[in-house]
């Protein structure tokens, strides 16, 4: 589950704007801002969320969950290392 503050905050580290959001996740610009509109927990068809997430976690976001360190939120990925190996 993702909560609309988390995608807003996603969307900010990244640094796009709801219709690039739209663009990277397949969905209309509409669906997003309905989505970041819901009140706590998104709110959308599966299909929906889950072409979101999928799109957030490719742009380079990770999703954190509720847990004994803190509640909800965001974070960018760590970077792939450098391949010290390449020509």
């Known amino acids: 589950m ?3 503050g988390q995608l807003r905050a996603a969307r900010a580290l990244l640094g ?3 219709r690039t959001l739209a663009e990277l996740a ?3 610009v509409p669906t997003i801002q309905r989505m970041e509109k ?3 927990v998104v709110r959308g068809n ?3 969320l889950m072409k979101l997430i999928e799109a957030l976690e ?3 976001v ?3 969950a509720d847990g004994p360190d803190g509640g909800r939120g965001v974070r960018l990925k760590a970077a792939p290392p450098a391949d010290d190996q390449a020509p």
């Open 26 to 28: 397949g969905l209309s």
């Open 16 to 18: 796009i704007d709801q």
């Open 46 to 48: 599966v299909d929906s």
């Open 62 to 64: 990770a999703l954190i």
């Open 38 to 40: 819901s009140d706590g």
């Open 2 to 4: 993702m909560t609309a």
């Open 58 to 60: 490719v742009a380079g």
